[in-house]
Each structure stands twice: as structure tokens, then as C-alpha cells.
């Protein structure tokens, strides 16, 4: 698999406007982006550090799983996204390689990026999306 860099790290939380005081007052970071992906039913903030974007999730809906992880997990390190040049082939790659995968097919995400998730039972428990 042709991996870039990390593209981001996302990061499940209850409310971003409760999170973005730490994010930005406390750690320095400017977020530069909220966007709202409805067919997630998901609110996003981004912020940039260095080449890598600290992505927080909050849920819109109760049936979300940003709200299924977090009422299970609590609030929290949810994935790791890795850039790629193409997911479609990345996807083929993993599957080929015998990852089991979320999506079949890349779909779009925050920011205009193709995306696509590999599951954690053949990740290392490690939620992993690929983004293009």
C-alpha cells in the first residue's frame, strides 16, 4: 500500500464547542474548519499540525457511531487516517492481503476527500481510514 502520511488522527467528543477552548487556548492550535457530514451524522473541526490534521468528531444523532463509540468507549482516540493516492486500489490491496473491510467502495468525507474504513479486528484494534 502506497501511504503518503498520516492524513489524520480523529478524535470522538460530546461537543466540539466545549473542546475547541483546550484545542486552541491551551494547546495553541487555530481550527480551520467545522463542517457538518450529514450522512454520518457527524459535526467535524480540523486542525493542522504540521502535515497531520487533528480531526474531532462530535455526533449529530444519537444513532451515529461517533455516539455509539462514545457512549461505549467514552470520549477518545476513534481512528487514524492514512493518505493514499487511490483508496478504490487501496481497498483491493487490503482485501486482497485478507483485511476485512467496512466499506467496499470509497465514499465521500469531510473536506472533499474519498474515504474508506478497514475494520479493527484486522487492524490491530486500530480503526484505520484511508483518504484521497
Known amino acids: ?6 492524513e489524520h488522527i ?7 464547542e466545549n473542546s475547541l477552548p483546550y484545542y486552541e487556548k491551551i494547546l495553541g492550535l487555530k481550527c480551520y474548519n467545522i463542517e457538518e457530514v450529514a450522512d454520518q451524522k ?4 480540523f ?3 504540521g502535515q497531520t490534521k487533528i480531526e474531532l ?9 461517533i455516539a455509539k463509540f462514545i457512549e461505549k468507549k467514552g470520549e477518545g482516540v476513534h ?3 492514512f493518505a493514499v493516492p487511490d483508496v478504490a ?14 466499506d467496499k467502495a470509497p465514499r465521500g468525507g469531510a473536506e472533499g476527500l474519498q474515504i474508506a474504513f478497514l475494520h479493527p479486528k ?3 484494534s486500530v480503526l484505520t481510514e484511508l483518504c484521497q
Open 89 to 102: 486500489d487501496a481497498l483491493a490491496e487490503a482485501e486482497a492481503k485478507g483485511v476485512q473491510l467496512i
Open 42 to 45: 457527524v459535526k467535524t473541526a
Open 10 to 16: 480523529g478524535i470522538a467528543v460530546k461537543s466540539i
Open 47 to 49: 486542525f493542522k499540525v
Open 1 to 6: 500500500m502506497d501511504i503518503s502520511h498520516i
Open 79 to 81: 481512528h487514524i487516517a
Open 57 to 65: 468528531l462530535e455526533p449529530t444523532s444519537e444513532e451515529s457511531t
Open 122 to 124: 484486522s487492524t490491530c
